[in-house]
């Protein structure tokens, strides 16, 4: 589970959201109050900024930021109105109570956390004056510890060197990041991360000595535990796994740091800790819960210490076993998962009967904490959002797919999860009946089609979920997509509605509500894979029809990007130019492109999405369709560029790290090699061919065939086989290559790639790593419109598509990255399946772009030069 979606889930209760859109409730007096005189205030994503207009700030420096708790942020930002506005030194804040809390929550990211105000003084003196004098102030004021920062003495002041500027670079991985400048005056990533860092370059004043000295003081030397290795991190605190050195028993240590980590109820991390602590006190003795140990303070943050338990959980397990996902999997694997599966939850049903008869609701329980014992016996873990049944209240803790719905509380949170669990073991999907009240009896029939269960079992799932009559209640009302031409048409209609209907052009942030991409990045509203750029264009390639408005709103948030939008092809700006351009907008496609070449982009990475080879094939585009030769000079720089640093077939490209570097079509060397057997089909210099065999290979090197003969990434502790990050992607170019020359080991790793995208499910339904991308996949190798028919597994795939969809409106609509909310985007939602759907049945070719079977892009004979130097 990626815990970045969940407070981007708080804003709406359909789609990801910016935490805080639209929220105006508990704002600070001074987000009301007119700006002074003689001041500029303008807010900026999260922020409301504040400075004289006659004030010239340097491009980075010391900065200070102050943390606050809910319940002292009025007075801590009335402090610092009050000491910097009559200086006229320039600060900026959090606008609201709401705002302030999810920066703070258990999951907000730890480099940023716990910043509510930030000073921006002039220079060092400034800054030591600021630091004593508005310290002075703020002393005895608590907030949480900025982890970034170097704390100033015990207020809840703190300071850091970094970018006071939006000035950005391209980082050692290849991503545009914020900027502060070194000595060379090279621009270089200003690093914020879960620990206090200074530029080499940047020597430590001496007013701030003492207190680094101080931060130094607080050591585990002295514990009566050993720290063998972090097993979890969140805003809260740390999981670690450990021994007690006493008795050289194994032990987990669990950190809570004050004011942090906040849930809805208000609770920091030490409270839960707190309610964690008394719930094992009174649950010792159950085998089926770990035993608590010990607790103790260190540095102001607070340890519980509890039994080790040796197992797995129950999530990993469950993967492992699910025969959906199996190639060769016989019913006799079905009936022997079913088995396990029953059994498994009989466990958990009667340890949770355990806790209860001691009086206690655990509120949080799923598959993630339950784990399986090497002898198959289960263990419930973490209470932090245990209470006495006596002043239990509704749910603060959960994890997607077992969130009980608001007026559910006491014992029944608990039964609600168990509920879900019974449903989660047969069809992972429960996450979606918060969006879609109607799953859990289609998921419910689903699973019993599929596996041997009780028909009791899942009735009673979906009563206790629902409330209505069991399995077939509403069998008739779910979301249909039948895998023909009649049922093609349905789809792209109703999917196209669900789109359209969901559109906010007066936003100047997205368009359409996709992925969180959209709020991690400036622009991200804007692009091809998570931006209103995907989305127009596949409404456009399937047939689904042109909206000018949109295309307008497009065009002007295009010609005028947030500082800081990335320069990429699905990424950034130069995916952008690429669909104005398909669209007719050749002026202002024109333009966007200029505006990238601009930039300085040689250091991006070498890979499709948001690197060279999409800026290179986006160039080769331009070239021929507008016949400019110098794009055409650009694209060919470009092509040496990634030449010149793709390393050999058997070496790690200089963009890539580790032992299991990425691969695929979207980040690998996929993309490279797409790139240079474009330039190829219009310039057949064979040599070309040799660089994209080389980038294959590179790819294939990372790969590997598992014991059912389909092929897929190798990420270490997982295998993948997506689109974006997975072998289908590769697939997709392997067959590209083949078209040019035979090649033995490719077309067999071609044929293993097409058995991975057969299998009966997929976790997700979007096209970058769900269904759609298989089923575009796998469309390539029919005629347009034909796919379905010619191939059952096609056919399969789009009516297990159903297990996804919900109605939103009585619309067809998918859910994103996580499952947690629906997506209209290319990369994760609507859009995406839209386009996979086209692939199987529009009667034109339709796939992405650079990779669409029959597109006209290679017909032309484009102005561009003929040859890309061979490596030395």
Known sequence: MD??????????????????????????????????????????????????VDTQLPPQGWKIHASACPDNAQTILDAVWDYCVPRRIAFKFLPGVETLFLANAKYAHRGSSGKFVTVYPADEAECERVLTELGTALDGLQGPYILSDLRWGTGPLYVRYGAFADRYCVSADGVLEQAVEDPSGRLVPDLRGPTFQVPEWVPLPGFLEPH??????????????????????????????????????????????????????????????????????????????????????????????????????????????????????????????????????????????????RGIVIGDVHTYNVLVRPDGRV?????????????????????????????????????YALACLRIFLFMPLTGLIELDGGKAGQLAREAARLFPVPRQFLDEAVRTLTGDGGMAAGADAGPRLDADHAGWLHARTSMADAVLATATPERRDRLFPGDIEQFTVPGGGLDMAHGAAGV????????????????????????????????????????????????????????????????????????????????????????????????????????????????????VPETSGGAHPRAGLMHGSSGPALLFLRLYEHSPDPMLLDLAATALRQDLRRCLKRPDGSMEVNEGWRTMPYLADGSVGIGMVLDEYLTHRADERFSAAADAIRRAARASFYIEPGLFDGVAGMILHLSRAHPPGTAATRDPVIADHVRHLERHACLLDGRLAFPGEQLLR???????????????????????????????????????????????RERR
């Open 536 to 651: 127009l264009y596949a409404l456009d390639v399937t047939g689904a029809g042109r909206r000018p408005e949109h295309e307008d709103w497009l065009i002007r948030r295009a010609l005028n990007p947030e500082p800081g939008t990335r320069l990429g092809f699905y990424d950034g700006l130069h995916g952008v130019a690429y669909v104005l351009e398909h669209l007719g907008h050749h002026e202002e496609a024109t333009k966007v492109l200029d505006m990238c070449l601009g930039e300085h982009w040689e250091a991006l990475a070498l890979d499709l999405k948001g690197g060279l080879s999409g800026i290179g094939l986006n160039l080769l585009h331009f070239a021929t369709a507008l016949g400019d030769a110098a794009c055409g000079d650009a694209a060919l720089h470009v092509a040496q560029t990634v030449a010149d640093r793709l390393g050999p077939a058997d070496g």
């Open 379 to 415: 263990v419930l873990i973490d209470f932090e959002g245990a209470s006495d049944v006596t002043q239990a209240g509704h749910q603060v803790l959960a994890a997607p797919g077992f969130i009980a719905p608001s007026g559910v509380t006491g014992f029944d949170i608990d039964r």
């Open 822 to 868: 629906l997506s209209m985007d290319l990369a994760t939602g609507t859009a995406g399946v839209l386009l996979a759907l086209g692939a199987a049945f529009h009667s034109r070719p339709t796939g992405l772009p650079f990779l669409t079977p029959g597109s006209p892009s290679a017909a032309h004979d484009p102005p561009v030069p003929t040859r890309v």
């Open 212 to 357: 680094l000295a101080e931060s130094r003081r607080t050591t585990v030397a002295d514990l009566p535990y050993r720290f063998d290795r972090a097993l979890h991190f969140s805003n809260g605190g740390g999981l670690y796994a450990g021994v007690d050195t006493r008795t050289e028993e194994r032990v987990v240590l669990k950190e809570a740091r004050p004011h942090a980590g906040l849930t809805a109820d208000g609770a920091d991390a030490v409270t839960r800790l707190e309610r964690e602590r008394t719930a094992l006190e009174r649950l010792r003795g159950l085998p089926c819960v770990p035993e608590f140990r010990d607790h103790f303070e260190l540095g102001g943050h607070h340890f519980l210490v509890e039994e080790f338990i040796e197992g797995r959980p129950l999530h990993e397990v469950f993967v492992e076993r699910y025969p959906p996902t199996d190639l060769d999997a016989d019913p006799a694997a079905f009936a022997d998962y079913a088995s396990w599966a029953l059994d498994i939850h009989r466990q958990v049903e009667e340890a949770v009967a355990a806790v209860h008869e």
């Open 3 to 52: 815990k970045r979606y969940e407070v981007y889930c708080l804003t709406h209760p359909h789609f990801y959201d910016t935490p805080s859109h639209g929220r105006t409730r508990g704002r600070f007096h001074q987000t009301l109050r007119p700006a002074p005189a003689a001041w500029l205030r303008e807010e900026l994503g999260d922020w409301v900024v504040c400075r004289p």
